[in-house]
C-alpha cells in the first residue's frame, strides 16, 4: 500500500537528489534535501485539506484532480512562479533567467542578490500575513503552545489585527535593514521605498488569494446546499438517496476551489524556499520532489484517513511559517546560512510532531482509564 502510493514520489525524490549532486555538489545536495523536507511539512496541512475535500468528488473528478491538478500544481506554482519571481524582481525575461542561471551564474547571482531586498520583503510579508491570521484566530480549539497562542487568540477579536501588526513590522523593517551597501560605487542605497512597495504587494497578494478562496467556498457552499435540497425532495417523493458524490457543477467549483487553496498553500513553500537558496534549479528540485509527496499523502488520506490525528502538526507548520517569515525580513540586509533558515523549520515541525504523538498516548491512556471523556488528556497534551 505504502509503495504503491508513495512509489512515484520515491522515484522523483532519487532522481533529484542525484540531479542535485550533479549539479552542485554535496552543498546542492543538501540544500534539495532541506527545501523537499520544508515543502512537505509546510504542505502537510494542504494535503490534510486536500484530501478532506476530495473524498466529497465522484472517481472522475477525483482524477482530474490528481492528475490535471497535481500538473497545475508541480509545474504552475512550484517550477514555473519562483522564476517569474527571480525574473521579475531582477528585470528579466522568464527565459533569460533561466539561460543566465546555467550560462552565467555569476551574472544571475549578481543580479538576484540586488533583487533580493525585494523578494525578501514580498515573501516575508506573504508569509507573515499567514502566520499571523493563524496566531490570532479565536475560533480555533486546539493550541499546542497554550501560554502563547490563547492569549493571542483573544486579541484576534479585534478587527484587521493582523493587518496592521504586518504593517507595523514592515515598516520597521524599511527603516532598520533597507540601507545596503551598493556593491560596485561604494556608497549606499537607500532600499526603504523599494522594501516598503514590495511587502505591500506581498500583503495585497495574500488578501486576494484570500478573497478567491473566499470566493469559490460559498460558491461551493451555494452548490452544496442545492445538491442536499435535492436529496431532500427526493426523499419526500420517496425516490431512493444513495449519497452519490459530488459531480456537475457542484464538482467543478470544488475543484476550482481546491486549485485555489493548493496555490495559496503553495505560496509559502515557493516564498519559503528563496530564505535558503536563490538558485533556480535547487528549488524546482527540491520543491518539486516536495510537491510529488503532496500527492501521494492527499491519495494516502482519502484512502486511510489516518494521518489528520496529528493534531499539532498545523501549528507546527504555521510556526515555520512564521519563523521563515522574519528570517527573509531580517535577510533584506544581512545573509543567514540556508543550513540555519531550513533546520529551524524542520525542527519546529518535528517538536509539533512529537507533541502529537504525546497527546495521541494521553488520550488513549485516558480511554483505557475508563474516563471515556479524553477532556484531561486534551488540556495536558499542550505545551
Known sequence: MVLKTFGWSFAVTALGLVAAIFYGGWQAFGIVAILSVLEISLSFDNAVINAGILKKMNAFWQKIFLTIGILIAVFGMRLVFPVVIVAVSAKLGPI???????????KYKELVTDAHPSIAAFGGM?????????????????????WIERPLAKLGKVDMLSV????IILMITAMTF??????????????????????IAGLITYLVVGGLSGFFEGKLEEEEEREHEAEEEAKKKGKPVTGVALAGKAAFFLFLYLEVLDASFS?????????????????A????????????????????????DYVYLEHGAHYA??????????????????????????????????????RNRALAAESGGGDGSGTKAEVSSGV
Not at 267 to 283: H, K, Q, R, S, Y
Open 178 to 199: 533597507a540601507t545596503q551597501a551598493h556593491q560596485h560605487g561604494g556608497g549606499h542605497v537607500d532600499k526603504s521605498g523599494t522594501v516598503m512597495l514590495s511587502g
Open 96 to 106: 533569460e533567467a533561466i539561460d543566465l542561471s546555467f550560462n552565467d551564474p555569476d
Open 321 to 358: 511559517i512564521g519563523a521563515l517569515s522574519i528570517i527573509l525580513l531580517i535577510t533584506v540586509q544581512h545573509e543567514i546560512n540556508e543550513l540555519i533558515t531550513g533546520s529551524v523549520g524542520v525542527i519546529l515541525i518535528a517538536l509539533s510532531f512529537w507533541s502529537s504523538v504525546k
Open 126 to 146: 506573504f508569509l507573515l500575513m499567514i502566520f499571523l491570521d493563524f496566531i490570532f484566530d479565536e475560533d480555533r480549539d486546539i493550541h499546542w503552545l497554550r
Open 164 to 167: 496592521c501588526v504586518a504593517l
Open 267 to 283: 505560496f509559502d513553500g515557493v516564498i519559503g524556499a528563496f530564505a535558503i537558496t536563490n538558485e533556480i534549479v535547487l528549488m
Open 285 to 308: 528540485l527540491g520543491l518539486g520532489i516536495g510537491a510529488m509527496y503532496v500527492r501521494s499523502l492527499t491519495v494516502y488520506l482519502v484512502r486511510e484517513g489516518t494521518l489528520d
